[in-house]
């Protein structure tokens, strides 16, 4: 009986979402398996918008942000090719974002619009707006749906290659099912109160680390 209520309480454990804040996932080594997956059970997006933090010194091509559907690998990806920017793609459509100031051993902070009734896109590095531009219109994200942090999917929740595998620290990772205000990603850059995601939620995420993955506290700036 004890054996079981234990089973019974892990197995409730693994489910049950967790508050992050003030926590970081670091990769500390570049791998084709250290990923983590984020869970949700929405399937049906017709725009987003996907907040996080990084820091890394990598100086190649690497992933941020990688979300599939099983028809759909890059159903939106957020992914940093080196010295020419930043390219966001939804629908396996990417646009890219150049001349941002994507400093190396720099925390970021990375925010993605999309919504598909214009079908524009922008992107926010550190509160500061890019050009808005022209993405999928009208066709939606219909899942289910995978997320990978540290890798990019090249298919359904595999299809990894180390150089594109992100090393480094993430966190703070917000996704909404809708376009933020302007007031409310700047406050997001600024650590200032901001709704936090209702599709990912870093004060209640769901997720699984997998290989050399590990949640530390993060690295505050003492005062
Ligand atoms: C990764 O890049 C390195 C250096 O360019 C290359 O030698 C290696 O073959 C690449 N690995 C894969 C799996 O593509």
Request: charge should be negative; hydrophobic fraction near 40%.
């Amino acid at each position: 009986m004890a054996l079981y209520l234990l089973l019974l309480m892990l197995t409730a454990c693994a489910a049950v979402p967790q508050d992050l804040s003030g926590k970081m996932f670091t990769f500390p080594q570049q791998t084709n398996t250290a990923q983590v997956r984020l869970t949700t059970s929405r399937q049906v997006l017709g725009a987003v918008t996907v907040c996080l933090r990084s820091f890394t010194d990598l100086r190649r091509d690497h992933s941020l942000f990688s979300l599939a559907t099983p028809s759909v690998d890059n159903d939106i990806a957020i992914y940093v090719y080196a010295n020419v920017g930043i390219h966001f793609t939804i629908r396996n459509k990417a646009v890219l974002f150049g001349g941002q100031d994507y400093k190396l051993n720099t925390w970021h902070s990375i925010c993605t619009t999309w919504d598909s009734a214009t079908g524009l896109a922008q992107l926010w590095l550190d509160g500061k707006p890019s050009s808005r531009k022209s993405l999928s219109t009208g066709s939606h994200i219909s899942g289910p749906i995978k997320i990978v942090l540290g890798q990019e999917q090249d298919s359904f929740g595999g299809g990894f290659d180390i150089n594109q595998s992100f090393a480094g620290m993430l966190s703070d990772v917000h996704m909404w099912d809708h376009v933020l205000s302007p007031c409310q990603i700047q406050d997001y850059a600024s650590d200032l109160n901001f709704p936090p995601g209702n599709v990912l939620n870093w004060r209640a995420l769901e997720f699984q680390t997998e290989g050399r993955v590990l949640l530390e506290d993060g690295q505050k700036n003492c005062s």
